[in-house]
């Protein structure tokens, strides 16, 4: 686990070096969230003394994203803040795991306990007691190995998905797998896709139907050419027409939510063509952790 963590807290100082804008003020929403999961996770008794080390990692990573983060630019914030989330996971997987295994220790001398003084007491009785005892630590330990099962199913899972989709622009976020899909689908000011432009949708839509449980949110979003509210309703409907696609391919309805999102979340700036196209997008954000 610690080659693991010290890997982490490594690409968060690469990523530093990196910076390239000055800081604004306040700590962003993301830190804050962190800051309070940490918070959390020191005052739970099963994690807070079982990963001091882990918790001091991560809180360290989550310091410095709070006041050096904001001078990378978004991808790079992004994925930073992800690395200092997947220290905070682990820091409460291990405490987890380290506090059923004390946990199981504890039952099981108790259970070594209760069959000394079967001597004492009716034999029956003991042996009830000591099988309750031990039940409880298998129950315990069968916890915690599922907690692991899980984890390494998601990202088993999300390398797999990644893979599979190699000819797309993929992005692991704290909301799951991003699938960015350019201005190449529209016309520009239009919301139908272009004749011959469908092999990306084509691709996705296999992809999420080999993966039924997985939810799918679709959001559209525009450059700053325009009215905000022209801008709103375009991007509203590039998103219903990537929905509609994906359901005429396989995908279930039920599982995809499309909004228009406009003009207010860039990824570049504005002022410049390139920047406005890479603006021109549609997320396709794929969760699989719903269905845990």
Do not use: W
Request: charged share 25%; glycine share 6%.
């Amino acid at each position: 686990m610690k080659p693991k963590i010290l890997h982490l807290t490594s690409v968060l100082s690469v990523l530093l070096l990196a910076a390239c804008a000055t800081t604004p003020k306040g700590p962003p929403p993301e830190i804050v969230r962190l800051d309070q999961t940490l918070s959390r996770l020191r005052a739970d008794p099963r994690v807070g003394p079982n990963a001091v080390e882990e918790i001091s990692r991560a809180q360290a990573a989550v310091d410095v994203m709070g006041s050096q983060g904001r001078r990378l630019d978004e991808p790079m914030f992004r994925h930073g803040i992800y690395l200092a989330d997947r220290l905070v996971q682990t820091a409460e997987a291990v405490g987890l795991a380290r506090h059923a295994e004390a946990r199981g220790k504890e039952l099981g001398l108790e259970r070594d306990r209760l069959l000394v003084d079967v001597r004492t007491r009716q034999a029956a009785e003991a042996r009830q007691l000591a099988n309750a005892a031990l039940a409880t630590a298998d129950a315990e330990r069968h916890n915690a190995n599922l907690a692991r099962a899980d984890a390494n199913a998601a990202r088993m899972e999300l390398a797999s998905m990644q893979a599979r989709l190699t000819e797309l622009q993929t992005a692991e976020t704290e909301r799951g797998l991003v699938v960015t899909l350019g201005d190449v689908l529209f016309e520009v000011d239009r919301a139908a896709i272009k004749p011959g432009a469908t092999r990306a949708l084509d691709q996705l839509s296999r992809v999420l139907a080999d993966d039924p449980d997985a939810h799918i949110t679709i959001e559209g979003h525009t450059d700053s050419t325009g009215s905000p509210d022209y801008n709103m309703d375009l991007s509203k409907r590039r998103a219903d027409v990537v929905r509609a696609y994906l359901v005429t391919h396989g995908v279930d309805p039920a599982r995809i939510t499309a909004r228009g999102l406009g003009q207010d979340y860039p990824v570049a700036s504005n002022d410049t063509e390139s920047g406005r196209q890479q603006n021109r997008r549609v997320e396709v954000i794929i969760d699989s952790s719903v269905a845990r």
